[in-house]
């Protein structure tokens, strides 16, 4: 019981953004850069990639080029921009090529049926939309692309929704975390505090659609009543 709550600390650990960008810096610039996007691309485009930092990794990237410590917001703009874009683009491609077969696959250590179901459940609803929407919602982020290339969206309607999901989460995320670093002074010292705020955040959209989903079905079933 020990050695596994050991475990669980030192993952825990390993998927702190913090951590995986002092980790990185120490290596250089360029290699901070190129490990960052490898995160990224991972976390967009590949299914064993949906339990990697994604919004709170953006957000502390941007605080960290901030403070000035040889990380450039501007390249980080660029290049994560491109690996989400790609990450995405290789999503569809799988989703594309495997097709219905990938929802008859069995849970397995890192694979959950129940994760592209929630991706499905949000294509359904929102249909090519869901590739913007589902970029500010962790687990979905990773799963909707590969929904989509199931579904045989059009490549050309899916790299619209892609660009521009990738556009408005990437800028939006690290921009937050450059401008939060320029005016409030010492932030980078309760990173921990920024990272948690937002994984709340990040939780809102499901929470919001969750209610909304229960109130709708109330309304049905109140009209049901009276129509009886």
């Given at each position: ?19 995986i960008i ?6 250089g ?6 490990g960052?996007a ?17 919004d709170?990794l ?9 403070k ?7 390249i980080?703009?660029?290049?994560l921009f491109?690996?989400?874009v790609v990450g ?5 491609y ?11 696959r069995?849970k397995?250590?890192?694979f ?7 991706a ?8 090519g ?21 199931a579904a ?11 660009v521009?999901g990738?556009?408005l989460?990437?800028f ?12 409030i ?5 309760h ?5 948690i705020v ?9 929470v919001?659609?969750?209610l909304?989903?229960?109130?709708e079905k ?11």
């Open positions: 019981m020990e050695s596994l709550i050991e475990l669980l600390h030192n993952l825990k650990e390993l998927l702190n953004p913090k951590h002092e980790f990185l810096t120490t290596k610039a360029v290699f901070t850069y190129i960052l490898l995160i990224v691309f991972a976390e967009t485009g590949l299914a064993v990639g949906f339990f990697l930092p994604g709170s953006l957000v502390v990237a941007g605080l960290f080029a901030a000035a410590n040889g990380l450039n917001v501007a980080l703009l660029v290049l491109v690996a989400a995405d683009a290789l999503g569809y799988s989703g594309l090529k495997v097709g219905p077969r990938i929802f008859t069995q397995s250590l890192l959950r049926p129940s994760h592209l179901q929630k499905q459940g949000f294509y359904e609803k929102y249909g939309k869901t590739i913007i929407i589902a970029r500010f919602v962790p687990v979905v982020r990773t799963f909707a692309p590969i929904v989509a290339g045989q969206m059009p490549y050309r309607r899916f790299v619209v929704y892609n521009v990738g556009f989460w990437v939006s995320m690290i921009l937050t975390g450059y401008f939060l670093g320029s005016l002074p010492n932030l980078d010292q990173i921990e505090w920024v990272v937002v994984v709340a955040l990040s939780l809102l959209p499901p919001i659609e969750y909304k989903s229960r109130r109330r309304r049905a079933a109140s009209v049901g009543d009276v129509q009886v």
